[in-house]
């Protein structure tokens, strides 16, 4: 089955265990899965396990990553337009060329001195 396909079955499972609380669907756990490129945008995310995940260049714009694990994450020139990072845990993700990442975004989320952010941009 082609990856996006699995992808949008999971997602979906996904947004049902959000939005049941956790009673139906199933939380999405993907630790360092491949998403390079991935078309996430308006995507709920939020509480999601993406642990390692390569994000690198794809579009999260308007996606909901509320306390989602995005320790060790890779996301190098992916596009952060308007995501919901509140609570997001980012200690050692990389977040290097990032596009459309604004200083309230990062003071919203959970950084350490590993988070590598994109320039102009600092830890709260």
Not at 56 to 78: G, H, K
């Amino acid at each position: 089955m082609e990856l996006k396909v699995v992808l949008k079955e999971v997602i979906a499972l996904h947004e049902k265990w959000v939005s049941s609380e956790g009673k139906e669907g199933t939380r999405l756990s993907l630790h360092n899965a491949p998403l390079q490129e991935a078309d996430l945008h308006d995507v709920n995310l939020q509480d999601a396990d993406l642990k390692g995940a390569k994000l690198s260049v794809a579009d999260l714009m308007r996606a909901n990553l509320r306390r989602a694990n995005l320790r060790e994450a890779d996301f190098w020139m992916a596009d952060m337009k308007d995501a919901n990072l509140q609570g997001a845990d980012l200690q050692g993700a990389n977040l290097s060329e990032v596009t459309n990442l604004t200083q309230k975004q990062i003071d919203s989320a959970i950084t350490d001195s590993n988070t590598v952010l994109p320039a102009g941009l600092r830890r709260g």
